[in-house]
């Protein structure tokens, strides 16, 4: 598995997600098969768990893996057609964009409770 580029201006996680999803549509885990850990793929990106479970999270959303709460993440059976997430306008920013949007909103929404 490749490690982060230094060179890349896009978050760690969207790294790691596009790494996956390449490794994914390129065969090398077949559909229904168990993901490394999120442990073992932190160790090989050289990155946090947390930002392994926000790509891992981010390719849910993209319905390509599912996870099972004590079993581990899999590879979803069958595979959604491939997107292409290096077009102009790239998907990865719009992720970005989203994860911050959702950052802000669930920060008003503890503000609310605490106030409420």
């Known amino acids: 598995m490749p490690k982060l580029d230094p060179n890349d201006a896009r978050s760690p996680y969207l790294q790691v997600s596009e790494s996956l999803r390449s490794e994914i549509y390129a065969g090398s885990f077949e559909p229904g098969e168990k993901l490394p850990s999120h442990q073992a793929i932190a160790d090989d990106f050289g990155v946090s768990v947390g930002t392994v479970k926000r790509?891992?999270?981010?390719?849910?959303?993209?319905?390509?893996?599912?996870?099972?709460?004590?079993?581990?993440?899999?590879?979803?059976?069958?595979l959604p057609p491939v997107v292409d997430h290096g077009a102009p306008g790239d998907l990865g920013q719009v992720y970005e964009q989203i994860a911050t949007i959702r950052r802000l909103l669930d920060s008003v929404e503890r503000q609310l409770r605490s106030h409420g």
């Open 55 to 78: 790509a891992f999270a981010q390719l849910q959303e993209e319905q390509l893996i599912v996870t099972r709460q004590g079993q581990g993440s899999f590879v979803r059976d069958p």
